[in-house]
């Protein structure tokens, strides 16, 4: 079982930056893949970015360039810094925990982007 705890929404104009973090409560070193997710209002939820336990990372094409994750072994925690940000990317984000057979999620946190 992993807890995964969210952190660092808010409210940003567009443009601005904001760094997400994903605590979990054990070591992240054995986990397969963690990611982040979000939904927006009336939207399905879409994945955002992904890393590997390898350190393999993956980005959705609405924000590569943009977004970065990243994740610290010592911290048991996972990033995502989030640059030049745009009102489409206001959501709620969840940090995502997977492996075979096991799939953890986060509460989520609100990121809101004003024009």
């Known amino acids: 079982q992993v807890q995964l705890v969210e952190s660092g929404g808010g409210l940003v104009q567009a443009g601005g930056s904001l760094r997400l973090s994903c605590a979990a409560s054990?070591?992240?070193?054995?986990?397969?893949?963690m990611g982040w997710y979000r939904q927006a209002p009336g939207k399905q939820r879409e994945s955002v970015a992904s890393?590997?336990?390898?350190?393999?990372?993956n980005y959705a094409d609405s924000v590569k360039g943009r977004f970065t994750i990243s994740r610290d072994f010592a911290k048991n925690t996972v990033y995502l810094q989030m640059n030049s940000l745009k009102p489409e990317d206001t959501a709620v984000y969840y940090c995502?925990?997977?492996?075979?057979?096991?799939?953890?999620w986060g509460q989520g946190t609100q990121v809101t982007v004003s024009s």
């Open positions: 995502n925990a997977h492996g075979t057979p096991y799939e953890y």
């Open positions: 890393i590997t336990v390898g350190g393999n990372t």
């Open positions: 054990r070591s992240i070193f054995s986990i397969h893949a």
